[in-house]
């Protein structure tokens, strides 16, 4: 098991949940993957969740902000590693972008902001100080991926290309735009159409499972919801995107191991 302890400037390197009812969200998503929970306080009145597998870290867990309006449903914010948010955020409102939260401290955590790109979706930046972020990744029940789910999929392209300095390929079987920072290949670009109904743009977060059945059956039973069943990614493997009790949407997907990147860090 190799144990991530730092990530290259411009890769993902957290994830984590704001929803409604913190309680519920930790029964669900300890069930589900075999998550532990370690609460901590923020100083402010309220308690950050550490998911947690073997005591190493994996994701987040918050309430929601007081001014959020009431039935907002829960959701997953996705975090790009970099020695310098402040640059970055910075870099926003001249590709287009907007500033929702600008550069703060997060006590002696790190410092974070919050982006909204020209597409509508949104995605935070963190700055490592002692939480440097997912100690676990790219392994069951752990982080794989990270998807721009957009409208406007070239508008998406080049937000990100002039912020964070990605380069872009695509997937040679599939006309799938695939993110890579330095040429590692770490995130996709999906264009939403009319079939996806009233999807907004946002950023989808893709956990690894060892049974994409098993953990279907599993998310209905802890009383989650199935938005798309179990389909076919050709040789990636396969699929699910479920919603927890809270509204919360995440991909689940079953990928074969030898098509899995090793976590930054690890031999290759």
């Known amino acids: ?6 990530y290259p400037d411009g890769l993902f390197s957290w994830v984590d949940l704001a929803t409604p009812d913190t309680a519920s969200a930790k029964a669900f998503y300890s069930g589900l993957f075999g998550w532990e929970t370690v609460d901590i306080p923020t100083g402010m009145g309220t308690m950050y969740t550490m998911l947690q597998i073997d005591g190493k870290n994996v994701a987040g867990l918050g309430p929601q902000q007081p001014d959020m309006p009431d039935g907002t449903p829960a959701f997953w914010t996705s975090y790009v590693n970099h020695s310098d948010a402040d640059a970055i955020m910075g870099k926003v409102a001249e590709a287009g972008g907007q500033v929702v939260m600008p550069v703060m401290d997060v006590m002696e955590e790190g410092r974070m902001g919050i982006m909204q790109d020209p597409t509508g979706a949104m995605v935070g930046v963190w700055q490592p100080k002692n939480h440097m972020g997912a ?5 069951p029940n752990t982080l794989v991926w990270n998807e721009l789910q957009t409208k406007d999929a070239a508008a998406g392209k080049d937000f990100y290309m002039q912020v964070f300095g990605w380069t872009t390929q695509l997937d040679e079987n599939s006309d799938y735009i695939m993110f890579a920072q330095d040429g590692r290949v770490q995130a996709g670009l999906m264009q939403i159409d009319d079939s996806w109904g009233d999807v907004p743009p946002n950023w989808a977060v893709y956990f690894h499972v ?14 989650g919801s199935v938005m798309v069943p179990p389909t076919s990614a050709g040789d990636m493997g396969s699929f699910a995107v479920l919603s927890d009790p809270q509204g919360g949407v995440f991909t689940v997907m079953q990928i074969p191991q030898d098509k899995v990147d090793p976590p930054p860090g690890a031999p290759a």
């Open 1 to 6: 098991m190799h144990v991530v302890t730092e």
């Open 135 to 139: 100690q676990l990744v790219n392994r």
């Open 210 to 223: 060892s049974d994409l059945a098993d953990t279907v059956s599993k998310a209905e039973a802890l009383g």
